[in-house]
């Protein structure tokens, strides 16, 4: 057992992989909530960008949704829902790959597109693009809690003078 830098050195690696796992899981969620238009309208911002070759053909299928009831009690089937996925190969050799609820494949290969542009010398470019669709996003969410706030029920006991 070591102590001091050697354990240092092999925690900050980690640490560095872990947030870019997380940033590019916060793309795929923000390009998975958003519309096909936002979403060519952010690749055409961009200009020129290498081409893509389809490794895969978007295509769509079904997905099983589970529940639990009460979010702790015994899993059960829910239902089906439709994917659409995407994976390309950029002409530099990145590839990209997205999913999405729906069946848009023009989408689900735009998204993959961007996705694999994210991953080299455009990461800011694309995170510039898309900065108008996260905004657009979290005021959504925002106005949805707000909504939801508006008919929360608090319940309280009133307590008797009793013991």
């Known amino acids: 057992m070591t102590d001091g830098p050697a354990n240092d050195e092999q925690i900050q690696p980690q640490a560095s992989a872990d947030r870019s796992v997380a940033a590019r899981q916060a793309l795929m969620a923000t390009m998975a909530a958003a519309l096909y238009e936002e979403l060519g309208a ?12 389809d490794i895969r053909p ?21 239902g089906e829902a ?37 991953q080299g010398p455009e ?25 939801v706030a508006a008919t929360r029920v608090d319940f309280f006991t009133m307590v008797r003078g009793e013991d």
């Open 58 to 78: 978007a295509e769509s299928g079904l997905v099983m949704l589970r529940g639990r009831a009460g979010g702790d009690g015994r899993a059960f089937n829910l």
């Open 42 to 53: 952010a690749l055409a911002s961009l200009g020129d960008v290498p081409a893509a070759t």
């Open 82 to 118: 439709t994917v659409t996925r995407a994976a390309v190969r950029l002409a530099d050799g990145r590839t990209g790959f997205a999913y999405h609820l729906g069946r848009d494949s023009r989408k689900a290969r735009v998204a993959a597109i961007l996705d694999g542009l994210w």
């Open 123 to 147: 990461r800011p470019r694309v995170e510039k693009a898309l900065a108008g669709l996260r905004e657009r996003l979290a005021a959504a969410a925002e106005t949805k809690a707000r909504r």
